[in-house]
């Protein structure tokens, strides 16, 4: 049965520095959360705070509504699988993923089957006899993934173990953990500071900045509803444009763009994705130039200005753009968010 996670209003310092401050995260039964964040943000110690490997100064981590602060880290229902797969040199594949149900007094025969069943689940079936020394590192994560589900945790903990690998086998990797967790339906929480690793893989989000939960969301919202500048920005938000909103209308250096939005100041931010090319005037278009161009494969980068202002954009490889040439831009209201000054 999959068990729900709560942290409450975690605090956590090393010395006198904040590491962690004040964190709220609720993570539903069977759910994969994602803990996203440049290093240094606190979400490592977050995880080891509810794996039991560190105590936190304040606050409360509670497994299906119950503490369990006052759990050791070997008794919690909890396995974590790390960022270097540590699994031990002079034993075989078989004995590093049986460990521990051996740990556990588990019937040998028990034991053979776990072990061949979370190899097929790995997809390293007939892998048993294979000494660790002959593995590659995606293998050797494969084969940490299997020795983490074998005693049937509660949670699963993740501290960046695709950090590692190579850009092809982190895709890979990717799609074997959604699918394996999906199968066995346990509750993971996964730390990773690739934002592309999080979206891709993640039922939820939650974004640290500073030792904060600065925004905890399905990943759409962060590209389509960022709660904060700094948000918008660590999601690749690249037009901010400050103005004034009133009456529904925002005033900023490209004009007035009929828009919701509060009344008052405010910075409107917009995805380059989100910014069209327009074939006639309409409302929210206005005119540029194009600057620059930059081909990256499936699309391409378009810097234009309206006037001084520069407004980022990506097309469809498609689109033949020449810097001086004249555009008309369309700024869609529902692509439009309005968020308050830095």
Avoid: W
Wanted: aromatic share 4%.
């Amino acid at each position: 049965m999959a068990t729900s996670v709560q942290v409450l209003r975690l605090t956590r310092s090393y010395g006198s520095a904040p590491v962690v401050r004040s964190v709220d995260l609720d993570v539903p039964a069977g759910a994969l959360v994602a803990l996203l964040g440049p290093s240094g943000c606190g979400k490592t110690t977050t995880l080891k705070i509810v794996a039991g490997l560190l105590a936190p100064d304040a606050g409360d981590v509670r497994f299906d509504g119950q503490s369990v602060l006052g759990v050791a880290a070997e008794r919690r229902p909890v396995a974590m699988v790390f960022q270097k797969p540590l699994l031990f040199p002079h034993m075989t594949v078989a004995d590093n993923v049986g460990f521990g149900l051996r740990m556990r007094r588990t019937d040998r025969a028990v034991i053979r089957r776990r072990v061949a069943e979370m190899l097929d689940l790995v997809r390293l079936p007939g892998f048993e006899a294979r000494p660790v020394a002959e593995l590659s590192g995606g293998q050797e994560q494969r084969v940490s993934l299997a020795r983490a589900l074998v005693v049937e945790p509660q949670v699963l903990l993740l501290d960046e173990p695709l950090s590692q690998l190579d850009a092809g086998l982190r895709v890979e990797m990717r799609e074997l953990v959604r699918r394996v967790q999906r199968e066995v339906g346990v509750t993971t929480i996964f730390v990773t500071h690739d934002q592309e690793e999080a979206v891709s893989l993640a039922d939820r989000v939650a974004l640290m900045l500073d030792g904060r939960v600065e925004q905890y969301a399905a990943p759409a919202a962060f590209y389509e509803r960022p709660a904060s500048l700094r948000v918008a920005r660590f999601f690749g938000s690249r037009n901010y444009l400050p103005g004034v909103a009133s009456g529904g209308v925002f005033r900023c250096a490209l004009g007035s763009l009929t828009l919701r939005a509060a009344d008052g100041p405010g910075v409107l931010v917009i995805r380059p994705e989100a910014v069209r090319l327009a074939g006639a005037a309409a409302a929210n278009c206005v005119p540029a130039v194009v600057v620059a161009t930059r081909y990256l494969g499936t699309s391409v980068a378009v810097e234009a200005a309206v006037d001084a202002t520069p407004v980022h954009l990506s097309v469809d490889p498609s689109v033949r753009l020449a810097a001086g040439e004249r555009v008309l831009l369309r700024l869609p209201p529902e692509a439009c968010t309005v968020l308050p000054p830095d």
